[in-house]
């Protein structure tokens, strides 16, 4: 078959058609026809294409064991959220974005304990429950707790200021369901904008903050984990600080 504009597409599927895995041979069909219809659409330079692959190589060079760029990526192209609502169940809380920076595990922690572990910034309590799907308190369920400083950076970005875990704790509710501990009010913060996602935002005039948020996966036995976060209510209009390297 020639490799022409409008063969291109029926060739490179054709190329897949030995593969045994089912799932990935209808993900390698799509992906190529909806890529080449991109391409074909965009008609990009080569100079252009070549950026893109340069992009996409620094995206992944900007990896490490604390910093996720692709997840970032996906989650300001909302590629993120729409995954989790194609997957999210129908009742119960809404499922949202996991976040680049679940990267460590979380210090398992005793009801009421602090998870800050600075001693600085507006102390709070946060409590709440678990529940099934049908209203019902789940004792036992696991909660995944984890947040950014009162100057919105996470451990891991801190390693020299914040100690590891802080801001972090894995909880288990109580026979009610019910959870608490104490921490410090979170700020709101810019994502990371120190890499090719952040040049990325800047190009296409997108600001790169969040709102203040705590972030939960609660879990339990024979129930779907879902991942959720809690906004601050905001008290002042207090304007984002211009620092460029968040979390």
């Not at 194609?86 to 922690?109: C, D, K, Q, W, Y």
């Amino acid at each position: 078959m020639d490799f022409t504009v409008e063969s291109a597409t029926d060739a490179v599927v054709e190329s897949f058609r030995a593969t045994k895995d089912q799932r990935l041979r209808q993900v390698m069909e799509s992906l190529t026809r909806h890529l080449h219809d991109f391409v074909r659409d965009i008609e990009p330079t080569i100079q252009e294409w070549e950026a893109a692959i340069g992009f996409l190589t620094a995206v992944g060079q900007k990896c490490d064991d604390t910093r996720q760029e692709f997840v970032l990526l996906s989650d300001i192209l909302g590629v993120s959220m729409l995954v989790e609502t194609i997957n999210g169940a129908e009742e119960g809380t809404e499922s949202t974005v996991l976040g680049p920076f679940h990267m460590t595990e979380s210090p398992r922690r005793e009801l009421g304990d602090s998870i800050d572990l600075l001693g600085t910034g507006r102390p709070c309590v946060v409590s709440g429950r678990v529940l099934a799907a049908d209203g019902s308190p789940l004792q036992g369920a696991e909660l995944d707790v984890w947040q950014c400083s009162e100057d919105g950076f996470y451990d891991v970005q801190q390693p020299d200021v914040q100690p590891p875990g802080n801001g972090r704790g894995l909880f288990r509710t109580d026979e009610h369901g019910r959870y608490w501990f104490r921490t410090v009010v979170p700020s709101h913060y810019p994502i990371p904008t120190d890499g090719p996602v952040g040049r990325l935002l800047e190009a296409t005039g997108r600001h790169p903050y969040r709102p203040a948020h705590i972030h939960f996966i609660a879990g339990a036995e024979r129930h779907r984990p879902v991942t959720t976060h809690a906004f601050v209510a905001p008290t002042s209009t207090r304007t984002p600080s211009s620092r460029s390297s968040g979390a």
